[in-house]
């Protein structure tokens, strides 16, 4: 495998893991006072508010749910595969 593909590759990988703890982080409010914890939400709010501008969440009762966190993790995995797809096929992986 190229270089190149496997840095792509590495880059989306983290930014993921970025976004699952991002999402974790939200859901517990006493972890956000860590500095560790606030950079996690802010390093993968750009990319999720694009979403949440859109979609609203969802409320049940008195709880709200928040939908466009799902649509966002699964464009970037569509996207993700595309570009994989993609480097693969210009750097002749297959």
Known sequence: MNAL?????WMF????????????????????QYR????????????LRVFRRNIRP?????MSFDVSWVIGAAVYLVIE????TTLAQLLGKY
């Open 36 to 47: 560790f914890a606030r950079w996690l939400i802010e390093f993968a709010t750009p990319y």
């Open 81 to 84: 595969a595309g570009v994989d």
């Open 13 to 32: 990988s983290i930014y993921w893991f970025v976004l699952l703890a991002g999402a974790v982080v939200e859901m517990l409010p006493d972890v956000r």
């Open 5 to 9: 593909a496997r840095l792509v590759e």
């Open 58 to 62: 969802l409320t049940i009762g008195r």
